[in-house]
């Protein structure tokens, strides 16, 4: 340790203004960050630090990632040999897994970290640290068969177009993992939806005739009742939770979220507000949509929705984003119900999309601005009655 | 008149080339945003857009410019919508009669100049206040900076949306299909040309630095 600190002390000064690579200096400053908390200190008045910066708090929402990643890594290698009728051990079933993510996951980072540093440098302001989240994010939400060259425009569109065209990380509009997944849902459709992509290896001829790879909420939204594998055996709840059912590499196990989201709120760094109040609109939602049924998909039990698809991992890793989400406390709550109830109508009532998790969190990003605005005027309003003000005569 | 100014002097010159870029219609005046997204899918019929956009906005301005004197302030919009009106009726039929399938592809949209807020815009804006030559000029101007903007986002959605140009099967001649590539379904879909439209501006604004809004 000492002696990578001195290192960095000893080359810093060709990279302070006019040294050798001067033009350098935010990447400098990025991986000096990276590797040691930064000790400066404000020079007047009193102020409190926290030891938890950016970059570390990326880093815990990182390793609440990792359950959903790991687990990821398993169900793909399970649901290819499972499709292919073929019985490995644990370690080869995850090493097909790891063979199949951890190439996606390596051509986001490099990719996304790529322009960012780009754009620091040409805009000589430090990297921001968001990427570290997104790139991270990107390759749980898209399916293990999806070619790299796929991932690499998504994140580049995601960065350039959902991030820094707003001026960078903490001033974009949209979750840029998000954007990422919808520019591949809209761009390339036949690699984002349909019966072959779910199940790694399906598409090129895999599994018997007769196999079908269909999701759950696919088969729902076929009007079918009892969901079943493409071996035929009937799903059970437990694999719905436990996540050995096909779909995007970190979302289907609502069990690895559910520890993601434990130390996420343990830290403090995700709002267990925004999760909560998500599945209570998505259980709201579900409800009604119960009450009025007159089909099969509308009849599926509200509960049953919240361990289908990307709803929790929405709810968790997307919707939590602090940029993106909604900054008021009161504010907090009204996004999240929103995108719960969003989620569910557009899940059910439009067939062409039977995955409204992602659609319902980017509309209502767009949207949480607006609703802080009204629960910040709200609030002023309210205390300047309680001062005895009429609200109207002042002025704001 | 004994002062007449030649036919190109530089200040009549000036509206022909601010409009492509200084002050281009859809980048700068941020006019007639709707039609470059309905119509910029391939090349061909925004070509053809563009040309029916300078024919209706450059005689609907030397028309309304003659009659400017004469027009009554309160009724000028209407009289500014005939005249638009049978400008793009004639040629939706010379379209009809010589390029029939163009016509079809873009089907309502010719005959939605009408509502194009340019044509509208200029006219009020310039041939109601300048000679007709000069108004000339500027509905020309003003029509091909909307044109080179339609061109160019409708080659980038034609070729990385369906891999051609002018209908030409390029991305097939090259073969890249059989390393994986495929087309890009978003280019097709609107809100790809308003991003396009979106980064040419900032493109612009990153070269000419005057037209940054500040606010």
């Given at each position: 340790?000492?002696?990578?600190?001195?290192?960095?002390?000893?080359?810093?000064?060709?990279?302070?203004?006019?040294?050798?690579?001067?033009?350098?200096?935010?990447?400098?400053?990025?991986?000096?960050?990276?590797?040691?908390?930064?000790?400066?200190?404000?020079?007047?008045?009193?102020?409190?630090?926290?030891?938890?910066?950016?970059?570390?708090?990326?880093?815990?929402?990182?390793?609440?990632?990792?359950?959903?990643?790991?687990?990821?890594?398993?169900?793909?290698?399970?649901?290819?040999?499972?499709?292919?009728?073929?019985?490995?051990?644990?370690?080869?079933?995850?090493?097909?897994?790891?063979?199949?993510?951890?190439?996606?996951?390596?051509?986001?980072?490099?990719?996304?970290?790529?322009?960012?540093?780009?754009?620091?440098?040409?805009?000589?302001?430090?990297?921001?640290?968001?990427?570290?989240?997104?790139?991270?994010?990107?390759?749980?939400?898209?399916?293990?068969?999806?070619?790299?060259?796929?991932?690499?425009?998504?994140?580049?569109?995601?960065?350039?177009?959902?991030?820094?065209?707003?001026?960078?990380?903490?001033?974009?509009?949209?979750?840029?993992?998000?954007?990422?997944?919808?520019?591949?849902?809209?761009?390339?459709?036949?690699?984002?939806?349909?019966?072959?992509?779910?199940?790694?290896?399906?598409?090129?001829?895999?599994?018997?005739?007769?196999?079908?790879?269909?999701?759950?909420?696919?088969?729902?939204?076929?009007?079918?009742?009892?969901?079943?594998?493409?071996?035929?055996?009937?799903?059970?709840?437990?694999?719905?939770?436990?996540?050995?059912?096909?779909?995007?590499?970190?979302?289907?196990?609502?069990?690895?979220?559910?520890?993601?989201?434990?130390?996420?709120?343990?830290?403090?760094?995700?709002?267990?507000?925004?999760?909560?109040?998500?599945?209570?609109?998505?259980?709201?939602?579900?409800?009604?949509?119960?009450?009025?049924?007159?089909?099969?998909?509308?009849?599926?039990?509200?509960?049953?929705?919240?361990?289908?698809?990307?709803?929790?991992?929405?709810?968790?890793?997307?919707?939590?984003?602090?940029?993106?989400?909604?900054?008021?406390?009161?504010?907090?709550?009204?996004?999240?119900?929103?995108?719960?109830?969003?989620?569910?109508?557009?899940?059910?009532?439009?067939?062409?999309?039977?995955?409204?998790?992602?659609?319902?969190?980017?509309?209502?990003?767009?949207?949480?601005?607006?609703?802080?605005?009204?629960?910040?005027?709200?609030?002023?309003?309210?205390?300047?009655?309680?001062?005895?003000?009429?609200?109207?005569?002042?002025?704001? | 008149?004994?002062?007449?100014?030649?036919?190109?002097?530089?200040?009549?010159?000036?509206?022909?080339?601010?409009?492509?870029?200084?002050?281009?219609?859809?980048?700068?005046?941020?006019?007639?945003?709707?039609?470059?997204?309905?119509?910029?899918?391939?090349?061909?019929?925004?070509?053809?857009?563009?040309?029916?956009?300078?024919?209706?906005?450059?005689?609907?301005?030397?028309?309304?410019?003659?009659?400017?004197?004469?027009?009554?302030?309160?009724?000028?919009?209407?009289?500014?919508?005939?005249?638009?009106?049978?400008?793009?009726?004639?040629?939706?039929?010379?379209?009809?009669?010589?390029?029939?399938?163009?016509?079809?592809?873009?089907?309502?949209?010719?005959?939605?100049?009408?509502?194009?807020?340019?044509?509208?815009?200029?006219?009020?804006?310039?041939?109601?206040?300048?000679?007709?030559?000069?108004?000339?000029?500027?509905?020309?101007?003003?029509?091909?900076?909307?044109?080179?903007?339609?061109?160019?986002?409708?080659?980038?959605?034609?070729?990385?949306?369906?891999?051609?140009?002018?209908?030409?099967?390029?991305?097939?001649?090259?073969?890249?299909?059989k390393l994986g590539y495929t087309d890009n379904g978003l280019m097709i879909l609107p809100p790809m040309a308003l991003i396009t439209v979106g980064i040419i501006i900032w493109i612009q604004r990153g070269k000419n630095r005057d037209l940054i809004e500040t606010h």
């Amino acid at each position: 340790m000492k002696a990578l600190r001195r290192y960095i002390d000893h080359i810093k000064p060709h990279f302070k203004k006019g040294g050798k690579f001067g033009k350098l200096q935010s990447t400098f400053e990025a991986f000096e960050t990276f590797l040691f908390v930064p000790d400066k200190v404000t020079t007047s008045g009193t102020h409190i630090r926290d030891a938890i910066d950016m970059k570390r708090a990326m880093a815990l929402v990182v390793i609440a990632l990792i359950p959903a990643l790991l687990f990821g890594m398993w169900n793909t290698g399970y649901q290819h040999f499972l499709a292919a009728g073929e019985a490995r051990t644990f370690w080869q079933i995850f090493a097909f897994g790891l063979f199949k993510v951890f190439p996606i996951l390596v051509v986001s980072y490099v990719t996304g970290l790529a322009i960012e540093f780009a754009f620091a440098q040409i805009r000589g302001h430090e990297v921001n640290e968001g990427f570290l989240v997104t790139g991270f994010l990107i390759p749980l939400i898209v399916p293990a068969d999806i070619p790299l060259w796929m991932v690499a425009v998504a994140t580049a569109f995601a960065v350039i177009i959902g991030k820094e065209v707003f001026g960078g990380s903490g001033m974009n509009i949209l979750n840029p993992a998000l954007t990422a997944r919808a520019f591949l849902f809209f761009a390339y459709p036949s690699e984002m939806s349909g019966d072959l992509v779910w199940i790694s290896g399906l598409k090129k001829g895999l599994a018997p005739d007769g196999f079908t790879g269909e999701t759950i909420l696919a088969q729902a939204a076929a009007g079918k009742t009892a969901f079943v594998n493409g071996l035929n055996e009937l799903y059970t709840t437990r694999d719905m939770f436990l996540g050995t059912i096909p779909g995007s590499i970190g979302e289907t196990s609502t069990l690895a979220i559910l520890i993601g989201a434990l130390i996420l709120v343990y830290t403090g760094i995700g709002s267990w507000k925004i999760m909560l109040s998500v599945f209570t609109g998505g259980l709201f939602m579900g409800l009604i949509l119960n009450l009025f049924a007159v089909n099969p998909y509308m009849e599926l039990p509200a509960w049953e929705h919240l361990l289908l698809g990307g709803f929790a991992f929405g709810a968790v890793f997307m919707a939590t984003d602090p940029v993106t989400a909604s900054q008021t406390e009161k504010g907090k709550y009204i996004y999240g119900f929103l995108i719960g109830v969003l989620a569910i109508l557009i899940r059910v009532l439009n067939p062409a999309y039977p995955e409204g998790v992602m659609l319902a969190i980017l509309l209502m990003n767009v949207f949480a601005p607006l609703i802080d605005h009204y629960v910040v005027g709200a609030n002023i309003r309210r205390r300047l009655k309680r001062a005895g003000f009429n609200a109207q005569s002042v002025k704001r | 008149m004994s002062d007449r100014e030649p036919l190109f002097s530089s200040k009549n010159l000036k509206l022909l080339r601010e409009p492509l870029n200084k002050s281009n219609p859809i980048t700068v005046q941020v006019l007639g945003i709707c039609s470059a997204l309905a119509v910029t899918v391939k090349l061909k019929p925004s070509v053809v857009m563009a040309v029916s956009v300078i024919a209706v906005l450059s005689v609907s301005n030397v028309v309304i410019s003659v009659l400017r004197k004469h027009i009554p302030p309160r009724i000028r919009i209407i009289v500014q919508l005939v005249v638009i009106a049978t400008m793009v009726i004639l040629v939706d039929e010379i379209l009809k009669a010589f390029a029939y399938d163009v016509s079809k592809q873009l089907s309502v949209f010719v005959g939605l100049i009408i509502t194009n807020c340019i044509i509208m815009g200029r006219l009020e804006a310039f041939a109601l206040a300048n000679k007709p030559w000069p108004s000339f000029l500027d509905g020309i101007g003003n029509a091909a900076g909307y044109g080179l903007i339609l061109i160019i986002v409708a080659f980038f959605r034609e070729f990385l949306g369906s891999g051609t140009i002018w209908g030409y099967p390029v991305m097939e001649k090259i073969g890249i299909y059989k390393l994986g590539y495929t087309d890009n379904g978003l280019m097709i879909l609107p809100p790809m040309a308003l991003i396009t439209v979106g980064i040419i501006i900032w493109i612009q604004r990153g070269k000419n630095r005057d037209l940054i809004e500040t606010h």
